[in-house]
């Protein structure tokens, strides 16, 4: 059964029972892409959803379609830069006083930094990692005493296929990624005892703002870089790739099995996409992928 029928088998149920429990998600970068769909979902779904924004006014998206889709009272959204430590102890704090629980919090925030390795300052990478590592530390540190409260709980990480597998000129965001992963499963092992499960999502590319935003703020190389070549040959593949990405609402899809399957696993893909690229890495000889990367880049060696 894909993630579609299994949602319309559960809301089929959930008519039937005539009621569903009530429960609490903090989800961080809500304003678009994955955390609009995953908002949307929940709040369908039952779920009350404190959803963060780091710019309030970017909420006018979500607010439309969960007023469409008749969810609107279930969505709470709330001021939250992960960047911001006042701001991230804040949004726990109404999730607290208003909720008085929280049973899933969905690291979402993120974004993607491009560049070469050679020619990006450090203030990049490190914004980089502000914001897709230590973001997502310092909301999962805040969250878990109240998670623990509640009984548990579960912890959505939103990683990438990038955080498997890297990618010329996207060191930045790969290296964030990989890091991610590695965060996942070390805190996994951490938290079991309590009760609450983490999971790893790992999409490769879809149709988001993600990308547009990436593209927008990427400053090429001049044209007597050692890399313009090279640059002008990956971005037109890169912004192939992102407009023939997929329904982000698969994305949201496997968040949502992560946060509602029984025995929730380590790491979701939304989609096979994912599996073949991952399996690719698992299992081919890392000389196989880097021949046909280099051969698609028009490298010789």
């Not at 809301?11 to 970068?29: D, I, S, V």
């Amino acid at each position: 059964m894909d993630g579609s029928s299994a949602l319309k088998e559960e809301e089929g149920n959930a008519r039937m029972e005539g009621q569903r429990e009530e429960r609490t998600a903090l989800l961080t970068g809500a304003s678009s892409g994955f955390g609009l769909r995953t908002a949307l979902l929940l709040a369908r779904q039952g779920w009350t959803v404190y959803a963060g924004f780091r710019d309030p006014a970017a909420g006018g998206e979500l607010t439309a379609e969960a007023e469409r889709a008749g969810a609107r009272s279930r969505i709470r959204p709330i001021r939250l830069d992960v960047t911001a430590e006042n701001e991230v102890r804040e949004a726990v704090r109404t999730v607290e006083g208003e909720a008085g629980r929280l049973d899933a919090l969905v690291n979402n925030a993120g974004f993607a930094a491009g560049g070469f390795v050679e020619e990006l300052p450090l203030s990049a990478w490190r914004g980089q990692f502000e914001t897709n590592l230590f973001g997502v530390v310092s909301v999962t540190r805040e969250a878990l005493p109240l998670l623990r409260r509640s009984g548990g709980g579960r912890i959505v990480l939103v990683s990438s296929v990038s955080g498997r597998i890297g990618f010329p000129s996207l060191g930045p965001y790969c290296a964030s990624k990989h890091a991610l992963e590695g965060l996942g499963e070390s805190l996994r092992l951490e938290v079991a005892a309590f009760g609450t499960a983490v999971s790893i999502v790992e999409p490769g590319p879809y149709r988001t703002p993600i990308w547009r935003k990436s593209f927008a703020g990427d400053t090429p190389p001049a044209p007597d870089s050692p890399y313009a070549a090279l640059h002008a040959k990956i971005k037109p593949m890169l912004e192939r790739s992102a407009a023939r990405g997929g329904d982000p609402e698969r994305v949201a899809e496997a968040i949502y099995r992560a946060l509602t399957d029984k025995k929730p696993k380590l790491r979701y893909f939304p989609g096979w996409g994912e599996r073949w690229t991952v399996g690719a890495k698992t299992f081919l000889p890392w000389s196989w992928i880097e021949r046909a990367a280099l051969r698609a880049l028009g490298v010789k060696r």
